[in-house]
């Protein structure tokens, strides 16, 4: 995402917060702790001793606001705390002490310290948008678009909140404000990339792809989509003439995959194509047509003579009025693979199943389906099912199921390549939006994807399918965290095509 991962303000001081979409990676920079007013004695405090407790609690807050910054988030919660019980009155701290909660994945005690917060400051801003945030991540729509609203109300001209009101309503299906917000949110503060990103992923994902690409472009302002320094000039789409382009990896693993498509045409412009990439892409990119070299991430720059982002592929080579399907597959799995899986049984699919993606972040556990409502599939007759999953959830399978149900074969899966060995052996994919998806629909394989109701822009946001991969049949849930209804229509399709490949009986 990924790519998709929310922040939230940190406030110093009572200003508006940074907010910015899901689309950009954690980047809180909270503010320095405000000065000491003086303020009346507490109780029976003497005036000196209430300001020596102001004093401390401001010196504790400064404290953590410092390990906020640098990410000590345990440390900084603790010392949130310490602040709170010198100056429980402190609706900053509250704020801050939220974020910090819910960067740890604690939804609710975040939603909790933001509702205190509003109670010390009623009204303000950027603490609700701040709680609109976190409500939106729950799943809960209708609340965050409530929230969202007032905060619109009390800050009308925030680029920022507009954005953020943009994307709830992204994930209430209603288009019409979505585009309208982030338009708005543009047009308030032009240089708001995040907002710019994100209006041109709607654009993506409703099919107007020239404008979608061209607001793609905001996204090199972002942290998440920075690249290396490259010494040399960036190609314009003209004739390489045999010269040598570095082609740049950014954002995801899946967004690498994705705009690999681009990267024949790129040949077909007469250059020697180097490309960059993630160590865990390396040997799956090597076996991309045109792909003449492959270097990893964070190694020594390459000399070229000119250079390109992998995700300004379409717009440098002129391809932003559709999505070209037919340059599907272009993945291709290894000749030799490091695991030969079990010959199919007699009238017996062979179904890979994943059901999270390799490394969620908190941001991303809308799109995890529990083991436990994918195990369903297995009544199914006539499939053999074999676990595709890698990453932590891994340790799911112990808990829920055993190898004579569902085969451990993640656990052989060292890297994309040998994932694409293992998909390319089963005859039907089934997973979340993860890496597995993208590999599955980049070798033309069969895969349904389970989609969330906040689903990622390239699996648009209505329908059965999507342009980037044919072979790709979409799922979704018909409500926020619904996943049992979604695996429900994964089993009667999967009972059809069994029936359809051996019959009924």
């Known amino acids: 995402m990924g790519l998709r991962q929310l922040t939230e303000g940190i406030i110093g001081v009572a200003r508006k917060p940074k907010i910015v979409s899901r689309t950009s990676t954690p980047s809180d920079a909270p503010k320095p702790a405000p000065a000491v007013e003086a303020t009346p004695a507490r109780n029976n405090e003497t005036p000196d001793r209430a300001s020596l407790r ?7 807050f400064a404290l953590a606001v410092d390990y906020h910054r640098r990410g000590m988030l345990e440390d900084a919660v603790r010392a949130y705390s310490r602040a709170l019980n010198l100056d429980p009155t402190n609706p900053d701290i509250y704020n801050n002490l939220g ?4 960067a740890q994945g604690k939804l609710a005690a975040a939603i ?6 509003l109670v010390l ?6 603490t609700l948008a701040n709680l609109g945030n976190v409500l939106r991540e729950q799943g809960n729509v209708r609340n965050a678009m409530a929230v969202f609203s007032q905060a619109v109300r009390e800050s009308p001209g925030s680029s920022e909140i507009i954005h953020n009101m943009g994307l709830a309503a992204r994930d209430a299906g209603d ?3 979505t585009v309208g917000c ?3 949110a543009t047009s308030i503060k032009d240089d708001n990339a995040a907002a710019h990103l994100d209006l041109g992923l709607t654009m993506l994902a409703l099919g107007n792809y020239e404008r979608g690409f061209r607001e793609l472009e905001w996204r ?5 989509y920075a690249t290396r320094d490259v010494e040399a000039p960036e190609w314009d789409g003209k004739d390489l003439g045999g010269k040598t382009i570095l082609i740049l990896g950014e954002g995801s693993s899946g967004d690498v995959l994705q705009f690999a498509r681009y ?3 790129v040949k077909k412009r007469g250059g020697n194509v180097i490309v960059e990439c993630h160590a865990a892409l390396a040997r799956i990119m090597a076996n991309v047509a045109g792909v003449d070299r492959v270097v990893m991430s964070g190694s020594r720059t390459p000399a070229c003579d000119v250079y390109a982002p992998m995700m300004s592929l379409p717009k440098i080579l002129g391809q932003t009025k559709t999505i070209d399907g037919d340059a599907v597959p272009y993945i291709k799995p290894p000749d030799a693979v490091s695991t030969q899986l079990p010959p199919a049984s007699r009238n017996q699919l062979r179904v890979g199943l994943a059901w999270a993606p390799s490394n969620p972040g908190t941001s991303r556990n809308t799109r995890i389906c529990p083991l436990e409502d994918m195990l369903e599939l297995l009544a199914v007759p006539g499939f053999t099912g074999f676990s595709l999953q890698t990453g932590e959830h891994r340790k799911d399978l112990e808990e829920h199921t055993c190898d004579i149900l569902l085969p451990d074969i993640g656990a052989r899966i060292n890297d994309v390549s040998d994932l694409a060995g293992m998909i390319r052996q089963l005859d039907l994919v089934v997973c979340v939006d993860s890496v597995t998806a993208h590999i599955a629909g980049a070798m033309n394989k069969p895969v349904w994807l389970l989609a969330s109701t906040n689903a990622d822009w390239r699996w648009n946001y209505a329908g059965e399918t999507t342009p980037w991969y044919p072979s790709m049949r979409v799922f979704r849930q018909p409500q926020p965290g619904n996943w049992r209804a979604a695996i429900n229509d994964v089993r009667d399709a999967l009972q059809k095509r069994i029936n359809d490949r051996f019959g009924e009986g």
Not at 54 to 60: G, L
Not at 220 to 224: G, H, I, S, T, W
């Open 112 to 117: 909790a310290c933001y509702r205190r917060a």
């Open 263 to 265: 990267i024949p045409q």
């Open 54 to 60: 102001d004093r401390e609690a401001a010196r504790v």
């Open 121 to 126: 400051r009623p009204r303000h801003a950027g």
């Open 220 to 224: 090199r302002k972002l942290p998440a």
């Open 175 to 177: 288009m019409e404000l």
């Open 182 to 184: 982030l338009e708005s």
């Open 99 to 102: 974020v910090a909660l819910r």
